[in-house]
């Protein structure tokens, strides 16, 4: 069965830092392009980084450049978003997924993880 499995959301005070980790199971992450998105209520989900092993990229909005870091760790199959000074505008749902470069950035992949709540508030 494949899967998807995001952890480390929660609340956090502005100006914290949060690690999110997206773990594969049932298949290798690196033969896809591997996207974080999240969606804030009563918005529209944006793609948020976008990652490829296969095309040597990482691509993030020019609004999240410096925030916003994506890392792997020594597991197999994980990877993780690194959120730093974060503001209440970075509330949301975040989700991991797979899938095409040219579809991530656009907000859309093919296989999503179930999301984790991001809280930014003091």
């Known amino acids: 069965q494949y899967q998807l499995v995001e952890s480390g959301g929660g609340l956090v005070q502005p100006g914290g830092s949060l690690r999110l980790s997206c773990a594969s199971i049932?298949?290798?992450?690196?033969?896809?392009?591997i996207g974080w998105f999240r969606q804030a209520p009563g918005k529209e989900r944006e793609a948020v980084s976008c990652?490829?092993?296969?095309?040597?990229?990482?691509w993030f909005p020019d609004s999240l450049k410096g925030r916003f870091t994506i890392s792997r760790g020594d597991e197999v199959n994980t990877i993780y978003l690194q959120m730093n000074s974060l503001i209440p505008e970075d509330t949301a749902v975040y989700y991991c997924?797979?899938?095409?470069?040219?579809?991530?950035?656009?907000?859309?992949?093919?296989?999503w993880g179930q999301g984790t709540q991001v809280t930014v508030s003091s």
């Open positions: 049932g298949f290798p992450l690196d033969d896809y392009t």
């Open positions: 990652t490829s092993r296969l095309y040597g990229r990482t």
């Open positions: 997924a797979v899938g095409r470069w040219g579809n991530c950035v656009q907000g859309q992949a093919d296989f």
